[in-house]
């Protein structure tokens, strides 16, 4: 089993910047994909961004240039620097962790983004 606990979340202006952390414990596998999904009202989880072994990252179009997920590796946590926010990025945001055991999820943390 695996758990994740996220923080970081708050409410911002547009135009400014929050960053995530997510830290996993339990069993971890060297081999493992971490990543960010939101979710806003009413609508489906998406992705946000992922990084597999620690170092390589894949981001959703519409956060490119904006959000940058990184993670470390010693401390089994991953982050989300998410910058230049708007409205669209309000949703609660869910860390996730992949490995050959299976798919795990935090509770989530909420981000609200004020125009």
């Known amino acids: 089993q695996v758990q994740l606990v996220e923080s970081g979340g708050g409410l911002v202006q547009a135009g400014g910047s929050l960053r995530l952390s997510c830290a996993a414990s339990?069993?971890?596998?060297?081999?493992?994909?971490m990543g960010w999904y939101r979710q806003a009202p009413g609508q489906r989880r998406e992705l946000v961004a992922t990084?597999?072994?620690?170092?390589?990252?894949d981001y959703a179009d519409s956060v490119k240039g904006r959000f940058t997920i990184s993670g470390d590796n010693a401390k089994h946590t991953v982050y989300l620097q998410m910058n230049s926010l708007k409205p669209e990025d309000t949703g609660v945001y869910y860390c996730?962790?992949?490995?050959?055991?299976?798919?795990?999820w935090g509770k989530g943390t909420l981000v609200t983004v004020s125009s």
């Open positions: 996730s962790y992949s490995d050959s055991s299976g798919d795990y």
């Open positions: 339990g069993r971890i596998f060297a081999i493992n994909t």
């Open positions: 990084i597999t072994d620690g170092y390589s990252t």
